[in-house]
């Protein structure tokens, strides 16, 4: 299976304020839709944008350290910049 070596991919929501069903309805993409594909990723290194502005940097980065697999974690870097 071939793959980019890097993908960059936005990720707008991250709590269950927004369920990934709201967010897909909205052209939106939802962290529960990551979490539940995680085993596709094959990149070495995924970059995360687009994040909605109702979250604060700290609300991000503990999203993705509680719900994404070590292995997928150690690989994603979220495009913090603007946020407090």
Known sequence: MCCARRLST???CFTDAVSAA????????HLDEI???A???QNEAILLIHFSAR??????E???DAK?????RA???PLLEGFS
């Open 35 to 37: 979490v539940e594909h």
């Open 68 to 72: 994404l697999p070590p292995s997928l």
């Open 10 to 12: 936005a990720l707008t």
């Open 75 to 77: 690989r994603v870097t």
């Open 55 to 60: 979250y604060k940097r700290s609300d991000i």
């Open 22 to 29: 709201d967010a897909a309805r909205f052209g939106h993409s």
């Open 39 to 41: 085993h596709l990723f």
């Open 62 to 64: 503990a999203a993705l």
